[in-house]
């Protein structure tokens, strides 16, 4: 039995091979940091993960009116940084942390 290697994209339809394309080419421009967010340690967090005025702004609201945690609040800065690093941005935005939000409260009722 011979073993062949085989593109994984080759099983994507085109849309999906499109999106992993960016995707990959996203996180490749990016800069390099230690490892997945939810593994880094808070130091790592508040170095990496420190968002702009109006980012800081908007998660103090969600934390006063959404009752976010500390908890939530940092989970919130993890996905926003990763949101970032897709969008190719070297700061975590307010956009990044509204849309971050976003993720965080689909589908709950408010």
């Not at 980012?55 to 009116?65: C, E, K, Q, V």
Request: hydrophobic residues 35%.
């Amino acid at each position: 039995m011979s073993c062949t290697t085989r593109n994984p994209l080759s099983r994507l339809p085109p849309s999906g091979r499109a999106s992993w394309r960016r995707v990959t080419g996203s996180l490749n421009g990016a800069p390099k940091r230690p490892g997945p967010t939810p593994s880094w340690p808070p130091l790592l967090l508040a170095r990496h993960c420190t968002p702009d005025d109006s980012g800081r702004r908007i998660l103090n609201t969600a934390m006063r009116r959404l009752a976010l945690s500390a908890r939530g609040y940092d989970r919130v800065r993890r996905v926003a940084r990763t949101i970032a690093d897709l969008a190719g941005a070297d700061r975590v935005g307010g956009e990044h942390i509204a849309e971050a939000l976003q993720f965080r409260f689909a589908g709950s009722s408010l």
